[in-house]
């Protein structure tokens, strides 16, 4: 496992001037208890408003008169405003604050899930989808900063990083609940509910937090910003309407566009003099595991899986509440996996943990085979099947859940902690979007469900293939 560069013991009165160390502001003295708890809570309240949507999404297109073609975009406008603003704000949470922008970030998703709540067409909910999913990204991003600002390296922060990935397990979990109790009154409730507890949060984060940065000097890479920000909305606009065909004139331009533009945002990082992204991460081990981990975390298990409460509702006439609560089982089984996972320090390796996460994934859903079609067998005899692979696949995504954020702040220099978790999330959520477009694509195509299933467990088996043969080469590692 890759470590931090060993600096060279400092004066207490040089460590507030050692360039290039995350430090908290004079004026303040962070306090890691209230760190971790505000942080964890804000992310957890960020997820729900990810999920909420995933067992209701047949009320609020009923509600929005949604086409069947349309309905794909109730899913995918948050993962779109985090794929395009995680990275960014993460870059630019290193040099000008993490406190400034996760303040950003909470009162701004309550303000755009209020927003949400009070939509009347297609169009503006997912417009307001994706301004969460930009708010929600300055939470994700700046979240794993502020801890590394609060915890020093070691035991403390492998826990609290613990506890965080936890925590994105448990908000993944209370949003189908809070999603299937309220909706029941109205859809409408859950949205206002995720935007009380946002406003909540801002207020105890306004009081508890320290400031918390690493300036690097130079001006903010706003063209980098506009450029990656096209690229990916670019692709993940590509990957949403590909479902309806993906050899469609739009669809096709819409890919080379993306590619053009990255190519163009590798040039421009090449020259600016604070980066987004420092390119030679790009040759870093530790680096590839920890994107590749997220990318296939979201393309093999949350692509499926954001699907999965559709595919059970239909396949067994379920209750959106009672799609719910079975959803619980995977994430609920996540979440304690994901807390107790610190335990494992020292005797296992992220990376390990990360292949065994997804071993355990592609295994589990194995299961599925058969259980979710038009066809599927009766009731009674599905559930011996579904439940157990619903808890082995909450194992393993504890595990990922785990280990992403420790990779994510490990993988690169301290002071750049909000970025490699940008990056690391960027991974997650570009692979998120991607799965959700294809699994639906697969599973209306003549497989069926099951051709998704076999499409997770392929690319979960992928993932931890890659992720193993990714060791650090270095002279004991």
């Known amino acids: ?24 502001s004079p004026r303040t003295t962070a306090r890691p208890a209230a760190t971790l708890a505000v942080t964890a809570l804000a992310t957890a309240v960020a997820l ?7 067992t209701a999404v047949p009320a609020i297109s009923a509600a929005l008169a949604t086409p069947a073609s349309g309905q794909a975009w109730l899913l995918n406008g948050t993962p779109l405003g985090l794929a395009v603003f995680l990275l960014v704000v993460g870059s630019l949470a290193d040099d000008y604050g993490r406190r400034r922008l996760f303040l950003i970030g909470t009162v701004a998703l309550g303000v755009t899930t209020a927003a949400g709540a009070l939509a009347t067409t297609t169009l503006a909910f997912t417009l307001a989808r994706v301004a969460q999913g930009a708010a929600s990204a300055a939470i994700l991003a700046t979240s794993l900063g502020l ?21 994105v397990s448990g ?26 507890a946002s406003l909540i949060t801002a207020a105890f984060a306004f009081r508890t937090l320290s400031e918390s940065h690493a300036p690097r000097g130079g ?28 050899l469609r004139p739009p669809v096709a331009l819409l890919l080379l566009a993306a590619l053009a533009l ?25 680096f590839l595991v920890s994107s590749a981990g997220g990318l296939f975390t979201g393309f093999a298990v949350i692509g499926l899986f954001s699907c999965l409460p559709t595919l059970l509702q239909r396949a067994l006439g379920l209750s959106a509440m009672g799609t719910a609560w079975l ?40 299961a599925l085979l058969g259980t979710l079609g038009a066809t599927a067998a009766p009731a009674g005899g599905v559930w011996p099947r579904l439940i157990p692979a619903l808890v082995v696949s909450g194992v393993g995504s504890g595990l990922l ?42 599973a209306a195509s003549g497989g069926g469900a099951d051709a998704a299933v076999l499409q997770s467990v392929g690319l979960s088996l992928v993932a931890a293939v890659g992720v193993m043969l990714l060791r650090d080469r270095r002279p004991g590692r």
């Open 1 to 24: 496992m890759a470590q931090p560069p060993v600096r060279p013991l400092l004066r207490p009165q040089q460590l507030a001037h050692a360039p290039g160390d995350t430090r908290v």
């Open 48 to 54: 729900m408003n990810y999920t909420s949507p995933l």
């Open 147 to 167: 801890l590394v600002g609060a915890f020093p390296a070691g035991t403390a922060r492998i826990r609290a990083t613990g506890i965080w990935g936890a925590f």
């Open 171 to 196: 908000g993944i979990a209370l949003g189908p609940l809070v999603a299937g109790s309220l909706g029941t009154v109205d859809w409408r409730l859950t949205y206002a509910a995720v935007s009380v």
């Open 219 to 246: 001006r903010p890479d706003l063209v980098g910003a506009a450029v990656l920000g096209a690229a990916m909305t670019a692709l993940l606009t590509a990957l949403t309407l590909g479902r309806d065909g993906w």
């Open 262 to 286: 990255t190519a163009v945002f590798v040039k421009v990082e090449r020259r600016a003099a604070a980066p987004l992204i420092e390119l030679s991460l790009l040759r870093s081990r530790p």
């Open 327 to 366: 959803f619980l089982l995977w994430s609920g089984s996540s979440f304690v996996v994901a807390l107790q996972a610190r335990r494992l320090t020292g005797r296992v390796s992220a990376r390990h943990q990360l292949a065994a996460g997804f071993v355990l994934h592609a295994v589990a859903v194995l």
């Open 401 to 442: 859940n785990a280990a992403l954020p420790r990779l994510a702040v490990e993988s690169v220099p301290p002071e750049r902690a909000a970025m490699g978790s940008g990056a690391n999330n960027t991974a997650r959520y570009i692979g998120s979007s991607a799965g959700v477009a294809v699994t639906i694509a697969v």
